[in-house]
């Protein structure tokens, strides 16, 4: 079935687009952002959505309207069989924009497989370049792997984006190093401003510099210009093309200058959670309705649309005094 023609919209007016689905809460790192080691229980394997299920959540996505499908985690990689549920993917769904998010240390090996499947992006989470740190940062000396997927991903075609989330004092000495990697590569580099978001991290107004400042520091390596073509500026990342560089350098500013009012995503989590906001805890359990066969999907479609009727502002949702996201980022999917 065709949707190009069909704009899914929320309660606001705002086009709804794009669903990341989080297939695993599991993951083989524990970066000290998101996961620290042993703070947070995984999932039981019970509660994870079946790929069977999966297939057919994008199959009614894609029925509202939805083009862009990006599967997160967790680390997707860290499910098992995941090339076998893209290939089904990627069969029954050829025109579907499909796109991973990954931290890499488990994707050399995949990368022309996955571009032969039709998959079109892929963004690879690094927050330094440097080994040592990213053994302490992620608690896992596996810079190497990651570094041998972003190789194989650019020679096998794919779209590369490099997410740094910005850390005051861990890897803002580093700024430069990654404009440069993006002025050797044809690869972008989005540094992403650190979110308050989970119980285990360890936000801190110490730990949090702002969007503006990671582009001063970038300014100071290289001339950028802003990236002003509406195709190209690449979703709620601010894009800089670098004088003399072959990829290009950008920031991702959720808490300084947040995107709420363009945002066009529906997440779902692993154990079938739906939310229309990264920072609201509100969720729409869609499994018990998956798994009932006299609700099946025309109840999710049901409540998809009821949960879309007030997608939030996430900016509002994180008002000083609000009551901060609870969920881990690992478990919502980023
Ligand atoms: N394992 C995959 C990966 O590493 O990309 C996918 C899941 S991960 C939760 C998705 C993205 O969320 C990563 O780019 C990660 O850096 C980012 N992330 C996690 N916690 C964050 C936080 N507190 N602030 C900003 N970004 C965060």
Same mark, same amino acid.
């Given at each position: 079935m065709t949707t190009t023609h069909k704009r899914l919209r929320d309660g606001r007016?705002?086009?709804? !687009?794009?669903?990341?689905? !989080?297939?695993?809460?599991?993951?083989?790192?524990?970066? $000290?952002?998101?996961?620290?080691?042993?703070?947070?229980?995984?999932?039981?394997?019970?509660?994870?959505?079946?790929?069977?299920e999966m297939l057919d959540l994008v199959s009614l996505a894609r029925d509202l309207g939805i083009a862009k499908v990006r599967l997160t985690g967790g680390e997707p990689f860290a499910r098992r069989d995941i090339m076998v549920f893209i290939e089904s993917? $990627?069969?029954?769904?050829?025109?579907?924009?499909?796109?991973?998010?990954?931290n890499a240390t488990m994707l050399a090996g995949k990368p022309a497989t996955l571009a032969a499947l039709g998959v079109s992006a892929v963004n690879i989470s690094c927050d330094t370049l440097d080994r040592e740190k990213y053994a302490r940062i992620t608690g896992n000396d596996r810079l190497d792997a990651v570094r041998r997927a972003i190789d194989e991903s650019l020679a096998a075609g794919l779209r590369v984006k490099i997410n740094a989330v910005a850390l005051r004092g861990i890897n803002t000495d580093e700024v430069a190093d990654f404009v440069r990697l993006? +002025?050797?590569?044809p690869l972008d580099v989005r540094f992403i401003e650190f979110m308050p978001v989970g119980d285990g991290n360890l936000w801190k107004p110490e730990n949090y510099i702002s969007a503006q400042d990671v582009l001063e520091l970038a300014r100071g390596a290289a001339e950028l210009t802003l990236e002003t073509n509406p195709h190209e500026t690449g979703g709620p990342a601010k894009m800089h093309r670098i004088a003399g560089g072959l990829g290009r350098f950008g920031v991702i500013s959720p808490l300084s200058d947040h995107f709420c009012a363009s945002c066009n995503r529906l997440r779902i989590t692993a154990d079938g959670k739906l939310r229309t906001c990264l920072f609201s805890e509100r969720e729409f359990k869609l499994r018990p309705l998956l798994r009932n066969?006299?609700?099946?999907?025309? +109840?999710?479609?049901r409540v998809i649309a009821l949960a879309l009727r007030d997608k939030p502002l996430g900016y509002e949702?994180?008002?000083?005094?609000?009551?901060p996201e609870a969920r881990e980022m690992s478990a919502i999917g980023g």
């Open positions: 007016g705002r086009e709804v !687009s794009y669903l990341r689905l !989080s297939v695993t809460d599991r993951c083989n790192l524990n970066c $000290m952002y998101c996961r620290p080691k042993d703070k947070v229980p995984f999932i039981p394997h019970p509660d994870i959505l079946r790929y069977e993917l $990627m069969g029954r769904y050829p025109e579907l924009d499909l796109r991973l998010t990954t993006a +002025m050797q590569f066969p006299k609700l099946g999907l025309p +109840m999710v479609r949702v994180l008002n000083p005094g609000a009551t």
